[in-house]
């Protein structure tokens, strides 16, 4: 198992019915265990914004979550106004429907809009693959890349299925060494962890940090 594995892990809260206290244990816990950033609806970026002050940890921000299906400008909006609020990062949905279509002029221009509001903070690109047939993943990989997005992202969390290693490995292969693969959906515990970073994964998504490291640290 690997000793480093907070640093690579976006310590997320994404329910729809969390409160305030919910996001105070959230920063408190990425404080004490060094997770890399937290990860939250863009609503919510001001308040662990604040909470995360004195630690300076990175706060990034759902946009045109959980769906994709927002405008081009709606997600533009969302990503401008995330970082305001002092985002440091950004996870936007991709147009799905427009990558099932092979619309690729479509897609890039809807990520090349968040990616320019985004003020050159990492952008990761929601694929959801679980929704997507593998060719679908290459070009959604390809094109994220073309877009100038910094990672390619696994799930949401919310649709029928997650991160599989295969996935991983897959987004991996074609993205090359120098970009990121963030893991997400259905990481629950360190063995599951470890082998989306041993497939390619330099970034993991998930709501049971503390629950690996705690895990990893008996």
């Known amino acids: 198992m690997r000793t480093d594995l907070a640093r690579l892990i976006d310590h997320t809260l994404l329910k729809p019915d969390a409160i305030r206290a919910d996001f105070e244990r959230l920063c408190q816990e990425a404080a004490?265990?060094?997770?890399a950033a937290v990860c939250v609806n863009s609503a919510h970026v001001a308040l662990c914004t604040a909470l995360l002050r004195d630690c300076q940890l990175p706060?990034?921000?759902?946009?045109?979550?959980?769906?994709?299906?927002s405008s081009t400008a709606a997600k533009s909006t969302e990503a401008a106004q995330a970082i305001a609020d002092g985002a440091s990062e950004i996870?936007?949905?991709?147009?799905?429907?427009?990558?099932?279509?092979?619309?690729?002029?479509?897609?890039?221009a809807d990520l090349r809009a968040v990616v320019g509001a985004a003020e050159g903070a990492t952008v990761k690109v929601i694929l959801e693959t679980c929704l997507l047939g593998d060719d679908d993943k290459r070009r959604g990989a390809e094109w994220?890349?073309?877009a100038g997005a910094g990672f390619v992202k696994t799930s949401s969390g919310f649709a029928p299925g997650g991160a599989t290693v295969e996935d991983v490995?897959?987004?991996?292969?074609?993205?090359?060494?120098?970009?990121g693969v963030k893991a997400s959906g259905g990481i629950r515990d360190?063995?599951?962890a470890d082998q989306m970073i041993a497939a390619g994964a330099n970034r993991l998504g998930t709501s049971a940090g503390v629950a690996i490291v705690t895990e990893l640290s008996k």
Not at 32 to 35: E, L, N
Not at 59 to 69: E, N, Q, S, Y
Not at 169 to 179: A, I
């Open 91 to 108: 996870d936007v949905v991709c147009s799905i429907g427009a990558l099932k279509d092979g619309l690729r002029e479509a897609f890039v």
């Open 144 to 146: 994220s890349r073309e």
């Open 169 to 179: 490995r897959l987004l991996r292969s074609v993205v090359g060494p120098d970009f």
């Open 59 to 69: 706060v990034a921000a759902t946009v045109g979550f959980p769906l994709g299906a």
């Open 32 to 35: 004490r265990h060094g997770f």
């Open 190 to 192: 360190a063995a599951a």
